[in-house]
């Protein structure tokens, strides 16, 4: 039973064998091969964007932190949720790779900017001309770092205000999948329509080894975008094998399908501790992710018999009255069973 991270889950087996049948022979490095032209038809064809840049990096926070660099000059600011992941989770990688942009956080419940916070921030942002931190662009988290999603028309909403002040839009989406099938949007909807200039397209969290993909729907900064990559570190010389990856993800869509998954696995979650006296939800369960609260002792009960989750906050402790609530960060995945789920609801309804 790990419910820590989706990151802590499994590849799924249909990557492992574009792995194997990937590394048959010989193919071209950094990118050349064709795998990545399939890739990246795939992606233009998916989000009908027929002039999109597409490129492969190895993790969210690369993606994040790159395809903010190429949009944010250094004397701006990056108007995030102040619990965004670039925020809280990326160890100043946004800071470092936009040679300084400062990261200027709104507020909003479940980790979901509004467009009135949002607009305020920026409003007050480069009101004194040279003295101040100019106004750089936008960056939403979808699904949010507290499970909750965005729909198109919300994007939308947070992107007028952005282009008000003639600012690009970042999405992070390392969760996109999970957020377009709660959304029942189509990619095009959830991004570019609703004003998205930028998406981190996730595959690590939902069922890939590790592979991310940046999309830029105008492909101006395309070049900018491949010399940071490689000034970065980021090009793989055997780049044949993210293609690989990111090719059996987009292919019987199976992206899709795992993140229905995960977020059915995440909704049965949440239902069942529900059912528990006294236990409450922190968050929506929109996606994947449950935050919930229920009795220190069924966190004990689950904890000893080899559960792994993190409490949230994750300072709190498991000594103490058994009856008191305590607040968990639950994660479910493509890999998450109904055993898993109904073994881990019998040990902490007790
Ligand atoms: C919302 C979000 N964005 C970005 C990332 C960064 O991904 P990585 O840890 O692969 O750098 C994560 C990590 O799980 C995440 O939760
Ligand atoms: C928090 C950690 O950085 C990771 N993004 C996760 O969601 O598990």
Redesign the pocket.
Known sequence: MNFA?D?ASPAHPSVIEALATANEGYAMPYGADPTMERVRTKIRDLFEAPEAAVYLVP????A?ALALACYCPPWAAIFCHRNA?IEE??CGAPEFYTNGAKLTLVDGEDARMTPEALDAAIAFTGRGGIHNVQRGMVSI?NST?NGAVYTPEMVGALSGVAKEYGLPVHM?G??FANALVAAEASPAEMTWKAGIDVLSFGG??NGLMGVEAVVLFDPEKAWEFEMRRKRAGHLFSKHRYLAAQMDAYLSDDLWRAMARDANASARRLSEGILEIPGASLLHPTEANAVFAAWPRDGHRRAQENGAHYYLWPMNQSLEGPGDEMLAARLVCSWSTTAEDIDRFLDLIRG
Do not use: L, Q, V
């Not at 993790?59 to 690369?62: D, F, K, P, Q």
């Open positions: 991270s990151n993790t969210g926070t690369s994040n992941h989770d990326e988290t770092e992070d390392a969760r690590t969290k």
